[in-house]
Nanobody, 124 residues
Framework: VQLQASGGGAVQAGGSLRLSCAAS????????MAWFRQAPGKEREFVCT?????????NYAGSVKGRFTISRDNAKNTVYLQMNSLKPEDTAVYYC?????????????????WGKGTQVTVSS
C-alpha cells in the first residue's frame, strides 16, 4: 500500500491550495480516507475525513470547517483536499491516511495506512 500526497507549496494568507493523495491500494473505494497535519513542535492532528464508496459522509476539524473541502475520485484512486482562505496557522506538513472503518474523527493510531506528507506554508 502506498499513499502519495502532493500539491503543497507556499501561499499568502487568504490564498488557496489543492492537495492530492494518490493511492496504490486494492479496493480503494472501500477505504475511508483522512487528512492530518503536523505543525512544527506540535502533535499530528486530524483535519478531515471522507467515508468509503461514494464519500457521502465527511467531517472536519473545527479549525478548518467552512474553509477546507475533502473529496474523492475512486476511478483515479485519489482523495483531494481543497483549502481556501488559508491562514498562517494552517502551516504544517499534511498527510493523507486510509482506514477500513469510517469515523467522524480519528486519532493517529486509528489509521491503517499513511502517506508521506506534503508541506504547506502560509505567510501573513
Amino acid at each position: 500500500v502506498q499513499l502519495q500526497a502532493s500539491g503543497g507549496g507556499a501561499v499568502q494568507a487568504g490564498g488557496s491550495l489543492r492537495l492530492s493523495c494518490a493511492a496504490s491500494i486494492d479496493s480503494f473505494s472501500t477505504y475511508a480516507m483522512a487528512w492530518f497535519r503536523q505543525a512544527p513542535g506540535k502533535e499530528r492532528e486530524f483535519v478531515c475525513t471522507i467515508s468509503w464508496l461514494d464519500g457521502t459522509s465527511t467531517n472536519y476539524a473545527g479549525s478548518v470547517k467552512g474553509r477546507f473541502t475533502i473529496s474523492r475520485d475512486n476511478a483515479k484512486n485519489t482523495v483531494y483536499l481543497q483549502m481556501n482562505s488559508l491562514k498562517p496557522e494552517d502551516t504544517a506538513v499534511y498527510y493523507c491516511a486510509a482506514d477500513k472503518y469510517y469515523r467522524d474523527t480519528y486519532a493517529s493510531d486509528d489509521m491503517d495506512h499513511w502517506g508521506k506528507g506534503t508541506q504547506v506554508t502560509v505567510s501573513s
